[in-house]
């Protein structure tokens, strides 16, 4: 099964495409979309949309598997990324791909086997089960590297939305 991880984000929007066969992993492709603060914006989430949509042109994921969004203190960034999740959710819909949701903790819970664990622990972990020698430097695309694990992990009991 082929899987696009994404970790949601206006500014920064991780994405991983993993392939997951036999118990086994292997990681495809990862990046980052990102777009400028001085750009409007409906234009920032124009080109996360443009740019998923060249992603799953490319790659054909049979699925797309995205994290809930996690609502800490700063309402303003809560809603922009709320906006960005939309987007993201119909890239998924317009292109057919079946498109998953897990919360931060379900992610925690298929990776590291705790739902508490710290990002350290969950990225030893993501660096393991997809045997790579190092992880890259942005924490958004290692999230969707982790949550695409989290689908390969989840995925018989997973419901499309």
């Given at each position: 099964m082929r899987i696009l991880g994404i970790d949601p984000g206006f500014a920064i929007t991780g994405y991983s495409i993993i392939d997951y066969v036999g118990n086994k992993f292997q990681l495809i492709?990862?990046?980052?979309?990102t777009t400028k603060a001085g750009v409007s914006f409906p234009q920032r989430l124009t080109k996360i949309y443009d740019d998923l949509n060249l992603i799953i042109q490319e790659y054909q994921p049979e699925a797309m598997a995205v994290?809930?969004?996690?609502?800490?203190?700063?309402?303003?960034?809560?809603?922009?990324?709320?906006?960005?999740?939309?987007?993201?959710?119909?890239?998924?819909?317009?292109?057919?791909t079946p498109t998953y949701e897990y919360t931060p903790l379900q992610v925690k819970q298929a990776v590291?086997?705790?739902?508490?664990?710290?990002?350290?622990?969950?990225?030893?972990?993501?660096?393991?089960?997809?045997?790579?020698?190092?992880?890259?430097?942005?924490?958004?695309?290692?999230?969707?590297?982790?949550?695409?694990?989290?689908?390969?992990?989840?995925?018989?009991?997973?419901?499309?939305?």
């Open positions: 492709t990862s990046g980052a979309v994290e809930e969004l996690f609502f800490n203190q700063n309402t303003k960034t809560a809603i922009n990324v709320a906006q960005a999740r939309g987007t993201i959710l119909t890239v998924g819909c317009k292109t057919g590291a086997g705790y739902g508490r664990a710290d990002k350290t622990q969950v990225q030893k972990m993501v660096k393991a089960i997809l045997n790579v020698e190092k992880l890259p430097k942005l924490d958004d695309i290692t999230d969707s590297m982790a949550i695409a694990i989290c689908h390969a992990h989840s995925s018989k009991f997973a419901e499309k939305l």
